[in-house]
Structures are given as C-alpha cells and as structure tokens.
C-alpha cells in the first residue's frame, strides 16, 4: 500500500512538471515585448500552451490579425500607409477642393492667367498653359487615375482569377486549353498593344481599365492556376469530396478562402503598375483625353512649359511617383504580413 501511494504521488510529481515545462517552453516561444510578432512565434507557442489549455484556442488571433499585428510592426509600411490615405482623402475631396479652396471647376480656364506661378493671384498651385488651376485638376486628376487603377484591378482579378481557378480545378483538356490561350497573351508585348488598341477606339476611363484587364490578365490567371492546382490535393478538399461535397461547394468553401491572402497581395502590388499603365498611356495621348484631367495628361501638358514652368511637370510627377512607391511599399507589407515563409 505503500509503495503504491508512494508511485502515484511520484507520477503526479512527474506530470505537474511536464507541465510546468510545457509552459515555459510556451513562453520563451512568445515574442519578446520589444520585437515584431510573426506568424511562427504564434503557432509554435499555441503548439504548446494549447494543448494544455483549449480556452486559450478560442483566444488565438486568427490569420488576418496575426497579419495586421506584423503590418503594423512595419515602421515603412505604415508610414507609407498614411501617406497613401491621405492622397485618397485629397482625390476624393476634389468637390469640397473645388467649391470651397480654389473656387475654379477642373474645365474653367482664363487665358489672362494662365501660366500664373503658384500662390499668385488666388492659384494655389499655379496655372497651366490654358489658364486652369493646377490644384483643382490635380484632384480631380488624381481621382480619374486612381479609379482607372482601381476598376483595373478589380476587372483584372475577376478575368484572370476565374481562368486560373477553372483551369487549375477542372485540369484536362480545359487546363490546356486556357493556358494555351494565357500563353500566348503572354508572348504579346504589353505596352504596344495598349497603344495599338487606345489609338484605334480611344475609350473613356472606363473603357480604359477594361482595356488595361483584358491585356493583364493572364499573369494572375497563371498564379491562380498554380495555387488552385496545389491546394485541391490537400487532405481537407480530399476530405469533403469524401462526404459528397459538390464541386462548386468546393471551390466556394476551400479553395477560395485560401486564395484571398494571395489575391490581396498581388492586388496591392499590381495597383502601382497599373496606375503608372495608365499615366503613361495619358502622357502620350492615347489615353485619358483632355479637358478630363488625369495625373498624366497633366503631364504631359506640362512638359512644353518644362523651361519656364517648372512646376507644371514638378507636381503631377511628384504625385504620380509618391502614390506608386506608397502603393508598392504597403503591396510589400501586406506580402511580408501574409506570407508564413516570410515571418520565420
């Protein structure tokens, strides 16, 4: 009787100190107070704590706030985050810009004034060569851009990410079939197609981002195709075909809940070029045509007065390269947060 009290005592002792182990080895896992958390802090720590404690399950951060908690530890992306909000708060206040600090609408010209140097004679920015204040279009312009970039991108994701999906499910002979196609737009140089295709129909700014989608696509129908193709063998899609999942449940349920985080990074880096597609195309003329401004035919507009008014090319560039390197700075956060390979 004795020894066997003695043995139980002993295996309690023994068990409360695998516990006690198990917790701090949970702890020293955590992420230091001073240090950015990653993904694999997080996991490895739960990996331990959790198993002790099922509570303490239903109190980790799910991906996308592990995700923000790493964005928000990256200094540069989060400065380039605010800077990225406030020219969307500038463009979208082009109205209240236009009523109640310039007082001049985007197409009002007085050619009395024109070319006025900045903070002369009411032109907070200066005039252009027709007399229009720079502030005023540069707004509006900005607002044209950004929503091209935007549509751009939405249109592209929709055509590109349905074509990878099927292909990478359905596989066989419709697999073949798109990504022959995908290769060939792909063999096709982008930028003298869009010029081709601008100058022949010379779309408005909607037009101009289903042309810019439609010569896009297919480098994200490819990356879906890829992904599609490694996630529809994986043991939880092979688990619900078990149980008579249907195949649209399947897609809709499995596969593209865990393309979101790629969608949303190649979303955020492909916005840049995108943006930039579109204020070259502006530049040359072939796209968004005068008197509707845009960051690029403001450009171009100003590069013949490059010699006596300098500012005219100065501040649609400086908006057009701030913007851009905002837009790629947060895209590389956003890769960094949501990548797990990357948070090791």
Known sequence: MVQTTSSTSTGALDLEREMDDARAAATTLRPAPGAPPTLSSYAEAEAYSGALDRASLRRTPGLYTRAWRIFRANKVSMTALVILVLI???????????????????????????????????????????????????????????????????????????????????????????????????????????????????????????????????????????????????????????MGASNPRIVVRHIVPNLLPLLIVYTSLSLPGLMLAETGLSFLGVGVQVPTPSWGNMLGDGQQFFRTNFSLVLIPGLMIYITSLSMYLVGNGLRDALDPKLTR
């Open 88 to 242: 969307v708060v500038f463009v979208l206040s082009a109205g209240l810009i236009s009523t109640y600090v310039t007082g001049f609408t985007p197409s009002e010209n007085h050619l009395s004034a024109k070319l006025t140097p900045p903070m002369t004679d009411g032109y907070i920015l200066g005039s252009d060569g027709n007399g229009r204040d720079v502030l005023t279009r540069l707004a509006y312009g900005g607002r044209v851009s950004l929503t091209i970039a935007s549509l751009a991108a939405l249109s592209l994701f929709f055509i590109g990410g349905v074509v990878g999906l099927a292909a990478g499910y359905l596989g066989g002979k419709t697999d073949a079939v798109l990504m022959r196609l995908v290769d060939v737009l792909l063999s096709v140089p982008g930028l003298p197609l869009l010029i081709l295709v601008t100058t022949l129909y010379q779309p408005g700014p909607v037009g101009l981002a289903l042309v810019l989608a439609l010569v896009g696509w297919a480098g994200i129908a490819r990356l879906f195709r890829g992904e599609t193709l490694s996630l529809r063998g994986r043991e939880y899609v092979e688990a619900a075909r078990s």
